[in-house]
Every structure is written in C-alpha cells, then in structure tokens.
C-alpha cells in the first residue's frame, strides 16, 4: 500500500498535471493540489506511511540518477517534497537541507522546490529540548551575564537530539 | 532580542509530527506531598520564543534556571536556540525525577542570554496544610 | 540523505545576464529532455495541440522567460527576476482601448496568487470570426524548459480560463 501511494508521485498524470508550467512556486502550488500528495500526507498522518519508509523509498529513488541527464525521478522527489513540507521530523529537516544544498541541474525542479519550501519552513516551530536526569551536574548558577555559544550545551543538545517525538 | 511568548512549566507535552503543534498536559502550579524529601516522576518547562528577521541565525542562549527554598543557589541549565533560520523557536527542558527537599515555592525562571524574561511558580504544600501561609 | 549527489559538486550553469539598469537576473541552462518530459509533452499535444502549429521538438535549455527575455540561451524560472525584468526594462501594462501587437508579450496570471505563470510573445495577429474587426493574437510559446515551441492563439492554451487572466506586457511608449 504504501509503496503503491509512494509510487503515484511519479504517475504520467502527475508529470502531466505540470509540463506547462516552469516556476517551482507554481509547480508547488499544483503538486499540493493533488490527489497523490494529499493521500500520501493522509497516510504519514495516520501512521500508515512511516519516514523510514520515505527514506529508503527515496534512496531507492537516488539509483536512477545519472550525471549529466535529466533525472526521470525529479517530478516525483519534488511530489514528495510538497507532501512532506509542513512535516516537523528529523527526516524532513534533513530531507530539506540536503536537497536544497544541492547544485544540480539534474535535478533542478525538485532542487528549486526544495528552496522554496525550506525558506518557507522559518514558520515552522523548531522544537529544542534538553533531557535532565536527577543527580545529573548542572550548572550552580553564579551571576550569568555572557551567552555561552559553545561547549557544555551542544553535548547536551546532542543527548536531547534522541528523544522521540509524541508524549513526552 | 527574541521575544518570549509563553512560559510555562507542565506534566508532560505532544508535539503532532503532521502540524507540528503542541499540546500541553497539566500545567503546574501546586504540588502536594506528605513528606520530605518529595520526587515528582518528570516535569517539562516550555519556553516559544519568537525572532525578529534580523535575529534569524543569531547566537542565543535560553537558561532554565530551578530556585528551590532547600537549595542556597538556584540550578541551571543552559540550551543554545540552534542557528537554524526559524522564527519560532521552542525549547523543552525536562527534568527527570527532581526531587525537593522543602516545601514552599519552586521558582522556575527562563532567561535569555542571561537575563531574566519571566517565571512559574509550582507551590510545593504538605498535604494535610492547604494554606502553610496561613 | 543524498550524500553521493554532494560529492558531485555543481553541475548548474548560467550566464551573465542583467535588466537594462544592470541588475543581475538569476537563470539556468537546463538539461536535455529525459524520456519522461518528452513523453509528457507528447501527451501535452495530444490534448489540447489541435490547433497549434509546431516550431520545434522537445529541447531544454530556456523556459518561456529565457525564450521571452534571453534570446533562448537559458532558463529564467523565478518569477520574481520576471517582476525585475518586467520593472527595470520599461514594460508596462496595455491601457484600456489599446490592442495588443506582434512582439508585446502576452503573460498568463493565476487569478489566486496573482502570480504570472507562463509568458510568450506575440508573433501576429490573425483575423478574427467573419464580419468582426478583433484581431486575435496569436504567440509563440516554449511551455517550459523541457517543452517544445509551438505556435498558438492566445486563447488556445493549457491553462484553464475560468482561474487564469490574459495579460498584455508592452515596451511601446504611452
């Protein structure tokens, strides 16, 4: 089931509904109006659809690129950017920032709404947390007066990066 | 400066991964116990933090800063609000197992680049003593 | 994610192009067809290229921005460097009464979002329905930067009318 719903994001009638159009906001635009976006973000949001899947869907995806030809997954790369871009997990952050990072013409549809989306996500919440455990040393607070950029906290943030979105 | 737009210290918290909104569950603001010392299971302290476009990528810090009335100084524990371009930012802090040694008032305090943006008070009361005010 | 494409470095390449008051205007010359985009535009003809006449096969390079405003050397794709072009080389809107004429550019607007999504220059202006005075215009089109060109009337697009505005862009003066 889901690799059929993955599958659609490339259908001819998907290629079709934008080959006359050329701005990645208009392409954007139409993608999420389709009925292949709209159920595959229906079956992320009831559990259906998992992001490891979406991961190795995408790896799999990546086997038919060639360098220096136009890659026959770009329509269907840029389909699932649209599904995903409201989606707060770590794959969509990743997803987003390797995709848009990238400088290929291979790809250039996907690439362009990548962009486009990720600048778009500065309205998304980030979300940030730091575990504590009883007993665990912090900080005995002197007067605090300097923001600390680095150290001790990115180790903690790293720790915080494990936890499990949901109930916390 | 970012803005603060809410601070809150809670039971527990959701984010839905789809909307990636947050639900928060039971708030805080009175404790009661029988005895001393008195470990609560875990609390979350939410802070949502909003940047100006300028601010964007800037380098903040977000301190949670716990002030007990057994503890002589309070406890702190910095986040670094990643450098990522959002304009909302919320940071979690969630103690596991703090365990307190008094009663009386547990001042939570959030703080920005190490100055004070607000405060939530859990009143910790013995159970048989609504009012140790009087 | 994509690790194996990172190492590739960059594979984009565009030119130098400017408005006419030399700000810069971001393009890319775009790959060849793969066999997807030609088949699609196949299919494009299929349904609504009855009427149209065809000037050249798929080919990539330019979209309808490059062919409008770069003489075909490379894709314009956003369409806020087509409001640079539009502002910086003296186009304005025709005015009430005027009529369109060969090479004024004729741009189809999205009524939602007020965004224009494909643009293409008047090439002449064929006679209208026996007995009326209206000429219709009629343009040359590369639908984006996978299409073919084709030559059309301007109501005799792919894009629905109902939720879609023609536009008429000139540099003629007032």
């Excluded at chain 1, 979300?127 to 600390?148: W, Y």
């Excluded at chain 3, 215009?137 to 505005?165: M, Q, R, V």
Aim: with cysteine.
């Amino acid at each position: 089931m889901s690799k059929e719903l993955l599958s659609r994001l490339g259908s001819d009638d998907v290629h079709d509904s934008i080959v006359c159009y050329s701005s990645p906001a208009a392409i954007r635009r139409l993608l999420s109006r389709r009925r292949e976006v709209i159920d595959l973000r229906a079956a992320l949001q009831n559990g259906s659809l998992t992001d490891d899947e979406l991961r190795r869907h995408v790896v799999e995806l990546m086997h038919g690129f060639r360098p220096g030809q136009r890659f026959d997954g770009d329509v269907e790369l840029a389909a699932l950017a649209v599904a995903i871009e409201r989606r707060s997990t770590d794959f969509a952050e990743e997803f987003f920032h390797d995709l848009a990072s990238l400088k290929l013409r291979e790809l250039s549809m996907s690439i362009g709404i990548a962009r486009l989306i990720l600048h778009a996500r500065q309205d998304l919440a980030k979300n940030e947390s730091r575990v504590i455990k009883l007993g665990e040393p912090a900080h005995q607070s002197k007067s605090f007066s300097q923001p600390n950029g680095r150290g001790r906290v990115y180790a903690m943030a790293r720790n915080a990066k494990k936890f499990k979105w949901g109930a916390m | 400066m970012p803005e603060l737009e809410y601070f809150l210290v809670a039971e527990s918290i959701s984010v839905d991964q789809e909307t990636n909104r947050v639900s928060i569950f039971n708030v805080l603001e009175e404790l009661q116990a029988d005895s001393l010392p008195f470990v609560y299971p875990s609390l979350i302290a939410i802070s949502s933090w909003n940047l100006a476009k300028d601010e964007l990528g800037g380098d903040f810090q977000v301190m949670l800063r716990v002030n007990s009335p057994a503890q002589e100084s309070p406890f702190d524990y910095p986040i670094n609000l990643s450098r990522e371009r959002r304009r909302r930012h919320r940071i979690y802090h969630r103690l596991i197992g703090p365990s307190f040694h008094a009663f009386g008032d547990l001042k939570f305090e959030v703080l920005l680049n190490g100055e004070h943006r607000a405060s939530h008070i859990i009143s910790l009361i013995q159970s048989d003593d609504k009012d140790p005010q009087g | 994610m994509f690790e194996a494409l990172k190492l590739l470095g960059s594979s984009e390449k565009s030119i130098a192009l400017q408005t006419r008051v030399g700000r810069d205007i971001a393009n890319l010359i775009e790959l060849e067809p793969g066999y997807q985009q030609v088949k699609a535009y196949e299919r494009l003809l299929e349904r609504h290229g009855a009427k149209w006449r065809i000037r050249k096969p798929p080919t990539g390079i330019y979209n309808c921005a490059g062919h409008v405003w770069a003489s075909r050397r490379t894709s314009i794709l956003d369409p806020r460097e087509w409001q640079k072009i539009i502002a910086d080389d003296g186009y304005r809107p025709l005015g009430d009464g005027e009529s369109p004429m060969p090479d004024d550019i004729v741009a189809y607007v999205d009524r939602k979002s007020a965004e224009i999504i494909h643009l293409a220059r008047i090439i002449f202006l064929a006679d209208g329905l026996a007995g009326s005075k209206l000429k219709i215009p009629w343009a040359a089109s590369k639908w984006n930067s996978t299409a073919g060109e084709t030559c059309h009337s301007i109501f005799d697009a792919p894009y629905d009318l109902g939720d879609h505005d023609i536009r008429y862009l000139t540099d003629r003066p007032l």
